[in-house]
């Protein structure tokens, strides 16, 4: 299993672009989540699915959206890109029991 | 409303002391779980400790030891003979009863070991 994979790595945009951060997992894990990481601060949920089909805001939902089509899928839109947006993101999965979460490596999101 | 509050912001410690990370968790949840992550300088988070809230026993490996103190809502994280590979920011997180990938993290204490 890859776990939780996450495309891109790194990315600089230009205010008011637009992009999508990638997650897949391979686990067939039903929930999954996106978090923002700002410079020195903790981890805060953007949104969430609890199966392909379901999606639901979290703490910080404003500039951007999801979709959830597949089981194995989450990806991440931004519309029009924002210098707040700047941030690394964390895309989760958990399992069924919920006693693990993983995590994938995180998105490096520079917007200038 | 749930919150987490890491009061430490910055420690600094030489080498083989012992250092200890305080967290505190507001709930009104009666289940709860408590979670512990490293975030070394490379960026990935590294799962440490699930607790949930009916579990009270102090929980040791190996160099990391974790008291939970329900009666002050604290679940402090111990590390004993710290080394220069801890070095790192810990997150301190809390999730309600289901849904437990929402998390409600701690702003994080970073850790820094002098050799």
């Known amino acids: 299993n890859a776990g939780v994979t996450q495309t891109p790595k790194f990315r600089i945009l230009k205010i008011g672009q637009s992009m999508t951060l990638q997650c897949t997992q391979d686990m067939n894990h039903n929930y999954m989540y996106w978090y923002r990481q700002d410079p020195g601060m903790g981890l805060k949920l953007i949104y969430y699915?609890?199966?392909?089909?379901?999606?639901d805001k979290g703490e910080v939902p404003n500039g951007y959206n999801v979709s959830r089509s597949t089981t194995e899928d989450f990806p991440l839109r931004l519309e029009l890109a924002a210098p707040s947006q700047t941030s690394v993101y964390f895309c989760?999965?958990?399992?069924?029991?919920?006693?693990?979460?993983?995590f994938g490596e995180g998105s490096w999101l520079t917007v200038v | 409303a749930q919150k987490v509050t890491q009061a430490q912001t910055e420690i600094s410690v030489v080498e083989k002391e012992d250092v200890t990370l305080d967290c505190v968790y507001e709930t009104r949840d009666t289940t709860y779980y408590l979670f512990w992550y490293k975030q070394p300088p490379s960026g990935e988070l590294v799962f440490l400790i699930r607790r949930n809230s009916f579990d009270e026993q102090n929980e040791i490996s190996g160099r990391y030891s974790w008291n939970f103190q329900k009666s002050t809502s604290s679940f402090n994280f111990t590390i004993t003979a710290s080394q220069v590979v801890d070095s790192a920011v810990y997150f301190c997180a809390l999730s309600g009863p289901s849904n437990t990938g929402k998390l409600i993290f701690g702003q994080g204490t970073t850790l820094q070991v002098k050799p």
């Open positions: 989760a999965s958990i399992n069924r029991s919920g006693n693990t979460i993983y």
């Open positions: 699915s609890v199966g392909a089909g379901i999606t």
